[in-house]
Nanobody
Framework: QVQLVESGGGLVQPGGSLRLSCAAS????????ISWYRQAPGKERELVAA????????NYADSVKGRFTISRDDAKNTVYLQMNSLKPEDTAVYYC???????????WGQGTQVTVSS
């Protein structure tokens, strides 16, 4: 059974930090690009960060560059999103996605809520 399970969300004050985790099972994790998306109320889901299957290539949305860092530990089948200097506009449900271009395989997690508020 394929699963992507996000954790680590919560309530944090502006300027604070959180680390999200995405734990995968049921597929060959090391072969997949893993991405973090977020969706705020009334807005479309947007790409936040992505990391290649090799871990070498990383991409970030302009709005989070310099504040967020994506990393992966293939031994643990887990991807992390370290979020620093959080802003109220970072408030959203954060989802992880596993994809393998050319194979038509895409998996989503259920999401974790991040709220940045004083």
């Amino acid at each position: 059974q394929v699963q992507l399970v996000e954790s680590g969300g919560g309530l944090v004050q502006p300027g604070g930090s959180l680390r999200l985790s995405c734990a995968a099972s049921g597929f060959v994790f090391s072969s997949y690009i893993i991405s973090w998306y977020r969706q705020a109320p009334g807005k479309e889901r947007e790409l936040v960060a992505a990391i290649a299957s090799t871990g070498g290539n990383k991409n970030y949305a302009d709005s989070v560059k310099g504040r967020f860092t994506i990393s992966r530990d293939d031994a643990k089948n887990t991807v992390y999103l370290q979020m620093n200097s959080l802003k109220p506009e970072d408030t959203a449900v954060y989802y992880c996605k596993g994809s393998r271009p050319g194979f038509g395989s895409t998996y989503w997690g259920q999401g974790t809520q991040v709220t940045v508020s004083s």
